[in-house]
């Protein structure tokens, strides 16, 4: 079994809905929840970076865990056709000094004019 | 502010060959990461250095994989020989503080025939 389930898609919306993304884990020991975009051809790049159980917004995003459920989700409220990317979940334990993370397999998006 | 550079950006070798991949971190990022994405699998974690020591090389897959990060500056992953199986897209990422954002470059992609 993977550490982190990823919802695979792919995903295809009209401009203006609201997108759910999700992942689910099994290791207790993930502390730190990250969301990443990925462009075709590109890095990933940091969306939302979590810690704590709750909701956390930054504008059009929100990033939401449940720690007793295991469960992680990115909504993008007014999406937009240049939301259209691979996100990625992404988490992290605390190992001492180290801290690497374990990626979800990315779920692509596509937001249709 | 340069972002993580990586060179080079494709790769194409024969089976059995060796392949050196770069990456330039950010300026002043102590911490740098290596991972690697194989055809349809997730992104997985490969080393961590923090400046020129290894942290963390649970995720290398097997001795024919070398990285080395002389200075605390610039990181080269060899791959020597290559085989089929390490064909995919291999990334850096670097973050100033351990517990900080990982920024991410583009990627190298390699193709092993």
């Known amino acids: 079994q993977k550490e982190v389930e990823q919802d695979p898609g792919p995903l295809s919306v009209p401009e203006g809905a609201i997108v759910s993304l999700n992942c689910t884990y099994s290791n207790s020991a993930f502390q730190y929840f990250m969301w990443y975009r990925q462009y075709s051809r590109k890095g990933p790049e940091l969306l939302m970076y979590t810690y704590s159980s709750g909701n956390k917004e930054d504008g059009r995003f929100t990033a939401q865990v449940d720690k007793s459920s295991k469960y992680i989700s990115l909504f993008i409220r007014d999406s937009q056709p240049s939301d259209s990317a691979t996100y990625l979940c992404a988490m992290s334990a605390t190992l001492g000094s180290a801290r690497q993370l374990t990626f979800g397999s990315g779920t692509q998006l596509t937001v249709l004019p | 502010e340069a972002g993580v550079t990586q060179f080079p950006s494709h790769s194409v070798i024969e089976k059995g060959q060796t392949v050196t991949l770069r990456c330039d971190p950010i300026?002043?990022?102590?911490?740098l990461y290596w991972y690697r994405r194989v055809m349809g699998k997730e992104i997985k974690f490969l080393l961590h250095?923090?400046?020129?020591?290894?942290?963390?090389e649970s995720g290398m897959p097997n001795n024919r994989f070398l990285a080395e990060r002389t200075g605390g500056t610039y990181s080269t992953l060899k791959v020597q020989p290559a085989e089929l199986e390490d064909s995919g897209v291999y990334f850096c990422a670097s973050s100033q503080e351990v517990r900080e954002t990982q920024y991410f470059g583009p990627g190298t992609r390699l193709l092993v025939l």
């Open positions: 250095f923090v400046k020129e020591s290894k942290q963390d």
């Open positions: 300026s002043g990022h102590d911490n």
